[in-house]
C-alpha cells in the first residue's frame, strides 16, 4: 500500500498533489450552477462541492474558491440574490466539463457548452433544459474558511424539479434513475449504481434493506 505523509504530500508536484487529494476522499455531487449578471446575462459554471446542509427549513451548500481573481457566480448570486444548482446527468458531462472553461465577462457559458437556459415559475435564475433535477435557491449566507480563503456559500432552498418516476413513496430521490453523474477529483466522472438502502439504524436491532419497500 502506498503511503502519503504530510512531508511527502508537500514535496509532489502540485497538480499531482490536487489530484490526489481531491480524489481520494471520494465520488461527489456534480452540478451546474446556474446565474445571471445584473445585465441579463446567464452564467453557468460546474462544482463538485454542492452539500446538504439542512431540511427544515431546506437549505444546500458549496464551496467557492477564493475571490482573488473574478468570480462571475459569486458576482451575480451576490447582485441578484438568487442561484440555480443543477444536476449533471450521463448525456451532458462534455457539455457540463466545458463550463469550467474561462471566458471573458458577458459571454455565456450557457451558449458555449451548448447547454439550454430555461426560467421557470418566474424565479430570477436561470436553469438548465437539459438537467433532470433543477434546484433553485435563494442566497441567504457565505462563511469564509480561514485556513485557505474559501467561501462557503448557503442557499435556501426554494425550487425543487425533478421526474416523479425518481421519487419514492417516503420522498427519497432514487438517482440512478436519472442518469445522476458523480464527480471524482475535478476531471473524472462516474454512473453510479444504487445497491442498497437500509433501514433507520437502531442498537441491538440488524439493518433491514428497504430498497423495494420505500
Known sequence: MKHFNISSLKELPNRYRANLINSCTG????????TISPSGKANLAIFNSVVHIGSAPAMLGFILRPLTVRRD???NFKSAGAFTVNQVSQNIIKQAHHTSAKYDEGISEFKKSGLTETYLDGFEAPYVTE???????????????KENGCLLIIGAIEHIYLPEES??????VHLDKTNAISAVGIDGYALPKIVERLSYATANEPSKSILDGA
Open 27 to 34: 465520488y461527489k455531487s456534480s452540478n451546474l450552477l446556474g
Open 73 to 75: 457566480t459569486y458576482n
Open 131 to 145: 438537467s433532470p433535477i433543477k434546484i433553485g435557491c435563494r442566497y441567504i449566507n457565505e462563511y469564509e474558511i
Open 167 to 172: 421519487i419514492a413513496k417516503d420522498g427519497w
